[in-house]
């Protein structure tokens, strides 16, 4: 008898050891003291987790505001044990259409206005339909515990791939490449000073929105940028790795964003990825024409790979 009630009791005891671990496991992340079960994520194309397996099963080019498996953001909601996650994310985006989302009367630029169904994929999405979302994402705004900000690689695009395409034209003129060769490097410069500025000039009142929307307390992580041209070399597979001159734009657009601190109510983490895995990253890639989600085109986004590396510094710096 004694046996078996020392059976029993070991068995009920292995148990409640098992139930005890589950329900510390389901606690949700903690911080500063109190605990954290809601979180949105305001983004691009690599938020929205583009080109992922996850997005593919979808066979559209734009998907916005999905949450999309193995993306990043995820990720972080996982092994946060984020009960409430939603993401405002959508291919295209730059600081300004944020803004419009944060700023009930701010409506962009001429390409916010007129272009941006095109930029992000969706033609059927305009200005006014981004007005018409300014409610309901601000609501969620803020009721959550954690607010991400991942942004800025659209506001490099057309500045980069315009004085690119300009000295990618020239492939069969070499004599004509080499005299035109100050004028590239020259738009370059000016391109790169122009998207510095305005990033700059958009990313401070965003920031300043999102601590007028966010609850005390909460927490609000900004992403930084990477530099997706970095492996690129000209000609491709030399040894001249020509796209590590724009580290200097990205190292910019990272400083303007670790600058910034937590006002003294809200909670402010930089987290820095340079080196997520992308998945494509030559020239070649660029200059097929293929566009991304179709195989052989450049596609700058992170694989899964890529973004789990993201996550896992998001999460590192959190000190979860």
């Known amino acids: 008898m004694k046996k078996a009630t020392k059976k029993v009791f070991a068995i009920l005891l292995a148990m409640m050891m098992i139930i005890s671990t589950v329900a510390v496991s389901a606690f949700a992340y903690t911080r500063n003291g109190r605990e954290y079960t809601s979180m949105v994520l305001l983004g691009d194309s690599i938020g929205a987790g583009f080109s992922l397996p996850d997005y593919d099963r979808y066979g559209k080019y734009c998907l916005q505001n999905k949450r999309i498996e193995g993306s990043f953001g995820d990720l972080v909601a996982k092994k946060l044990k984020i009960s409430s996650y939603k993401p405002y994310v959508s291919p295209g985006f730059r600081t300004k259409e944020i803004r419009v989302f944060l700023e009930n009367d701010y409506e962009g630029d001429f390409v916010t206005q007129n272009f941006i169904g095109s930029l992000s994929g969706n033609e059927n999405y305009n200005l006014e339909k981004m007005k018409s979302q300014r409610a309901s994402m601000q609501k969620k705004i803020g009721n959550a515990d954690i607010v991400m900000l991942e ?119 930089f987290v820095d990825v340079p080196n997520p895995e992308v998945i494509s990253n030559t020239v070649n890639d660029m200059l097929s024409g293929v566009p991304a989600l179709h195989k052989g085109g450049w596609d700058p986004h992170p694989t899964l790979a890529g973004h789990k590396y993201i996550a896992n510094q998001i999460l590192t710096a959190l000190g979860a």
């Open 151 to 269: 942004v800025g690689f659209n506001d490099t695009w057309l500045t980069v791939m315009g004085a690119y395409t300009d000295f990618s034209m020239t492939t069969n003129d070499p004599i004509g490449r080499v005299m035109n060769s100050p004028r590239y490097l020259y738009e370059l410069q000016m391109g790169i000073q122009d998207t510095l500025f305005n990033f700059q000039q958009n990313f401070d009142p965003i920031i300043k929105d999102l601590y007028r929307l966010m609850k005390p307390g909460s927490t609000l992580v900004c992403v930084g940028v990477y530099n997706p041209f970095k492996d690129w070399t000209i000609p491709d597979g030399s040894m001249i790795y020509a796209g590590q001159l724009l580290n200097f734009l990205y190292n910019n657009m990272n400083s303007v964003m670790r600058s910034y601190a937590g006002d003294g109510v809200h909670d402010y983490v």
